[in-house]
């Protein structure tokens, strides 16, 4: 009896310090993201990046220290900016990547940490409950290490929150740090070459790195959705009005997409016979740096038509993929019995029920 006794009262100081130093935390980290906001609104610019860059390239051996410590808190506070990019500009590729890799690397480590030690009220402090519902199936999957080694490799997830959902699910601690963390290093790479390409000036390198990064980013969250239902399991008759929205969704993106791109690469053409865009082309042949208006003007509208050329393939993936979607929804409406026109009606009664 007395044995009980004494584990009672030790299980309560437990919680109860951990209640104090949990509370402690959350007060630090509020007191630091609310003092940090006018820093992360500058960085938000570009003239407080140019100071950013400026300030750490003048602290020397310091400066890598801080770049990784920014970066790391970059994860714990997702309000910061990504800076990977400075990186590469700073150090070049090579060196950029790996400081951006150890940054990223350290912050996932801390709120790896932070959400072991506290749990949930951590996450549910820092994360929006919708994206937490999101991947709240995550918390019970056999194959959680696998599907977040997924989530991290494709662009335009949100891996930050995915950050703090991680600690709360079966992955492995070992497997998590030497396996699964990894899968973000190859976009901080490639954001480092960029960095790299731009401080070069190998500015055709840099464009294409650009258009790459971009369409990835757009690929990743047209097909987010896709992604996320089939990691998921989930079939198209679990939810056929959110299927057939998606669906829809897909398509109308990938038109609105494509219809801007192709406005936009006529316009540029159009633009491209005025007297500004020639000599622009023939000063930037001559010396390939951006330092007057004739060279951007002629730089801009060179390389964007093939970036708005990128993004209409991208659209066009996206209708394809929609169509081909769209296509194979109906067949599985036909095996069971229905319509489009069934649900569509189905979806306009649901919403009246909803104002009612």
Known sequence: MNDKKVRSKEEKTKLI???????????????????????????????????????????????????????A??????????????????????????????????GMSIVYVLV?????????????????????????SSKAELIFFILYFIPGMPKD?????????????????????????????????FGSAVRNQEYTF????????????????LFRDKIL???????????????????????KTGVVLSFISVFCIVAIFAMSGLSTYEHGMAEFLQNAELNSFNKVFYFILNYGKYFFMSLVIVGAVSILSGLIRARNFEKH???????????SASDNSFVKDDED
Do not use: W
Not at 75 to 96: A, D, H, K
């Open 161 to 193: 929150t995915l950050s703090f959902v991680a600690p709360l699910t079966g992955v492995k601690t070992r497997n998590y740090f030497l396996f699964v963390l990894p899968a973000r290093f190859p976009l901080m790479i490639l954001a480092a070459v």
């Open 333 to 343: 409406l036909e095996s069971l019995g229905l319509k489009s026109a069934d649900v």
């Open 73 to 106: 808190l970059q994860v714990v506070i997702p309000l910061i900016p990504p800076i990977q990019i400075i990186g590469g500009v700073l150090y070049g590729s090579i060196l950029g990547s790996l400081y951006s890799c150890i940054g990223i690397y350290l």
């Open 229 to 251: 239902s089939s990691i998921k399991g989930v079939k198209p008759d679990d939810d056929i009005i959110k299927h057939k929205k998606s669906i829809n969704c897909m398509i």
């Open 116 to 140: 072991r030690l506290f749990g949930y009220p951590i996450v549910e402090a820092m994360i929006d409950g919708k994206d937490l519902k999101k991947f709240g199936f995550l918390q019970n």
């Open 206 to 221: 840099a464009v294409i790195l650009c258009i790459i990064m971009i369409d990835l980013a757009i690929l990743g969250i």
């Open 17 to 71: 310090t951990k209640g104090i130093v949990f509370g402690v935390m959350i007060a630090v980290m509020i007191a630091a993201t609310v003092a940090l906001i006018p820093v992360i609104s500058t960085l938000r610019t570009e003239e407080g990046m140019d100071k950013l860059l400026n300030y750490i390239s003048d602290k020397g051996a310091l400066g890598i220290l801080i770049y990784i410590g920014i970066q």
